[in-house]
Each structure stands twice: as C-alpha cells, then as structure tokens.
C-alpha cells in the first residue's frame, strides 16, 4: 500500500513538472477564485438584461447597451477604450403577431408565433391561405408550383435529438427558417411558416435572421416562426384536414441602415504590444428576451476577462484587446467592420476568442487554427483539470471571430454544455432569471486562463 502511494505521488510530481508550471497554475487558480467570490460578470449581466434589455441592431436599446458597455469600460482602468462606428441594418417587429388555424369557417384555434427577422409584413388585415406542410427546402420541388402556389408553406423539420452537441441539430435545421421563405416564393407561396428551432416541445416562438438572397421587392413573402407545440398541432390537424386555413397578421417592416458602434478596449502587452489577443462577443441581441444568454453572457464574460487580467495590476506581454460587436444577429456588419479595420491596420492576432454559447457551465473550447497551434494549446490541457474543462477540439470558432480568418493565428470559441441553450435561443424564454451566477462566473474564468496561457507561454 504504501509503496503505492509514493510510486503514484513521484509519478504524479515528474508529471507535474513536466507538464505545469507552478506559477502559471497558482494564477490560473487566482483567475478562478476572483471570479467566483468576486466576480462582476453577474452584476453586470443583470444591468444589461433587466435595466436594458432586449437590444436588437438599430433600436434605441442597442445604442443604451453600447453607452453602457463603454461607460462600465471607463471605470476599470484599462489603457484604452473607445467606439467604431459601423452601419447596422434596422428592422423593427412592430405590433405583436398573431395567427390561427382555420379548420372550419369560423372555427379557429389560436397559436403562437412571431416574424423572422428580415421579413416583411403582411397585408394590414392579414392573411388567409391553405398550407402545405413540407419537411425542409429539399421537398419544395418535388411538390411544385402546381402544389404551392397560392399557398402557406409550413416547414416543420425538426431539431435532431439523435444530435449530442445541440449547434450540429441547429446547423443541420437552419436553412429552413434562413432560405424557405425565397426557396418558397419561387414556387408561388404565399408566405412561410417555420418550426421554431428548439429541442423541447414549449408554446414559445423562436425568431432569428431570414433571407431572401436575390429575391425582387415584389416576390418577397412574409415568413414567421411558430412554436413547437403549435407546429405539433399544426401538423396532426392537417393530417385530418388537409383543407385547413391559417391566418397569420405581421406588422414588421425594414428600415435603412443606421449608425452604430463595437465597443473596444485594451490592455497595452509591456513586451510585445503589436501582438493582439482578442475576446469578444455580441452585444446586439433579438427583441423577444432580454438577450441575457445570447450574448449578454457572452459579453459579460469578455469584459470580465479584462477586468480578471487587471487584478493586481498584472501586466500582460501582449495587448489584450476587448471587443463587442454590434449586429451579429441579422448582419454581421460589426464582425466586417472589425475584420476590414485589421487587414487595412495589418494587425496581427495570436488569438481571437469569442462567447456565444450562452451562460452555461463550461466544458472547453472550439479552435480553427493550424495543428502545430493546437498541439500547443493541447499541451496546456492538465492546467485546465482542476477546473472540468475537457473539452478541446478544432470545429470552428464563433461567427464574429471566423471574420478575423487569415489575420489570426488561432479563432477560438468558448463551449458551454449546449443541451438547454435551444430552448431559450431567440425566444421570450431568454432572460436573466435563466443564468445561473457560479455557471457564467466559471465561463468567465475559462476564458481569462486560455489568454492568459496564451499571452505567458505564448503559442509558437
Ligand atoms: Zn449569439
């Protein structure tokens, strides 16, 4: 036994030294411990959700949360803070939307829905038509004209639960709520309606961004999303009556683009302040919730990075750069203007990490990056341990960091346990009250010790 415990001990501490650096694993654990006793990711989210809230791009929302972000900047600090302008499209839901199922004149049942982002209206009165229920794009044309015209395409795939990982089922499900509308008004449809992306069968709609690609003004279809439960009813009640009638009112409307602003800030590198290692989020929302875990969390969990960074006056080797982005929900326009401003600049970046994937309990990262930085970052896996971050892997980035592709040499996205993140994703059911404080505080944490690996031991 007892020789045990020391052959186990002595492997343990060659292990140790071969791996870890004592330092850098009492500052990670002080990372860790700042931000669980004495974190500000909570309160700061709480502000931004509740006193704020719902920050669609271009609404007057959006302009407080950026006046906010650069306000709550100022006061840590840092060596720079400032705003890039950017112009951001602008489109507002207006009156709530409704809609019912018509199985017989007169007879109706009302369900839930709200418009896609980017849709268009219906006429003031609204609309009446029949349906036809479709799995996805693919069965558009085996239907036809002859079978669509006229008609409301309803599109009821569904989110794969054979899925682990809940952004393969959405990425696999997403083309019909982003294309369905343009793909169904080709064959003469005369609006959409979409399942809401979400695993759980609920009563809430989840919106999101539509397109309608090259599409003329005049051939452009309203196209809404319907709850799960709904689109359940929806689809049995036409399986009885395939003559059913639905009615669905939008009042929604496109605007010009306006002007808005990423919120950026710094901290100067002592030794190398060229090099730039990036955190970021979004801090444009939609308007159903208080946007808390898509990406207030997100954002909070960035600006925490900076602010755990500064604790005791720790000066980084390399700039640590904060930056918030404007409108990565319906147009990626602060990703593209952050992205031309580091070509036209030539900066360089080690490593741009982002957080969207909500307030949830950390399991690691995704990375988009060369194997030989991988193998790097890899290596740095046993610091993590203490923590439960296992999870490393190369399947991509985030949506506004993958613009800095080419300029940077690792993309990085924080990962969350994403199994309950689709039922609050773009719907009424994503509000503060849904994070859970110790969950966000450790994603914070996650973060600040990859860049501060990443800033320490460097990644070459
Ligand atoms: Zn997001």
Not at 96 to 115: D, Q, W
Not at 324 to 340: D, I
Request: net charge neutral; with cysteine; proline share 3%.
């Amino acid at each position: 036994m007892k020789i045990k415990i020391v052959l186990v001990s002595l492997c343990f501490s060659i292990y140790l030294n071969a791996q870890e650096n004592k330092e850098i694993v009492n500052q990670i654990e002080i990372l860790y411990k700042e931000s669980l006793t004495n974190g500000k990711s909570y309160n700061w989210l709480d502000r931004l959700s509740n006193q704020i809230g719902g920050r669609l791009s271009g609404s007057l929302n959006a302009e407080r949360a950026i006046q906010w972000a650069e306000e709550e900047l100022n006061s840590l600090s840092l060596d720079s803070v400032w705003l890039q302008a950017v112009m951001v499209p602008k489109w507002v839901r207006g009156t709530f939307e409704y809609a019912n199922i018509e199985s017989s004149p007169g007879n109706t049942i009302n369900v839930n829905i709200c418009a896609l982002g980017g849709s268009i209206a219906t006429p003031s009165i609204g609309l009446r038509a029949n349906v036809v229920e479709v799995k996805g794009i693919d069965n558009l044309a085996q239907l036809g004209e002859e079978k669509i015209k006229g008609k409301i395409v309803f599109f009821n795939g569904t989110m794969q639960s054979n899925q682990v990982d809940g952004f393969d089922a959405y990425a696999a499900a997403v083309n019909q709520r982003y294309s369905g509308a343009a793909e169904a008004a080709k064959y003469g449809a005369v609006a959409v309606i979409v399942r809401s992306l979400n695993f759980r069968l609920d009563n809430y709609p989840h919106t999101g961004v539509m397109s309608y690609g090259d599409l003329p003004l005049n051939k452009r279809i309203p196209a809404a999303a319907i709850s799960t439960n709904h689109a359940e009813l929806l689809s049995s009640m036409l399986t009885l009556n395939p003559k059913l009638r639905f009615f669905i009112k939008q009042s929604c409307k496109n605007y010009p683009d306006v002007k808005s602003y990423n919120v950026i800030a710094q901290i100067k590198g002592s030794e190398s302040p060229e090099n730039i290692i990036l955190v970021g989020a979004h801090l444009d929302s939609w308007d159903l919730g208080d946007g808390a875990h898509d990406d207030g969390a997100g954002v909070v969990q960035s600006m925490e990075v900076l602010r755990l960074l500064r604790f005791k006056n720790f000066r980084p080797k390399n700039t640590i750069r904060l930056v918030l982005f404007a409108n990565e929900e319906n147009g990626l326009m602060g990703a593209k203007a952050y992205a031309e401003s580091v070509k036209k600049k030539k900066e360089t970046h080690l490593l741009a990490l982002e957080s969207d994937t909500g307030g949830f309990t950390p399991r690691g990262f995704s990375f988009d990056t060369r194997d030989k930085y991988f193998n790097k970052i890899l290596s740095w896996k046993p610091y993590f341990k203490p923590y439960f971050i296992h999870l490393f892997e190369q399947k991509g980035s985030g949506a506004d960091v993958n613009l800095l592709k080419g300029n940077a040499m690792v993309l990085a996205g924080l990962r969350t346990d994403s199994q309950r993140y689709f039922t609050h994703h773009h719907s009424e059911m994503d509000t503060f009250d849904q994070i859970n404080k110790r969950e966000l505080e450790l994603g914070a944490a996650t973060m600040a010790a990859l860049v501060y690996l990443s800033d320490q031991l460097g990644l070459e």
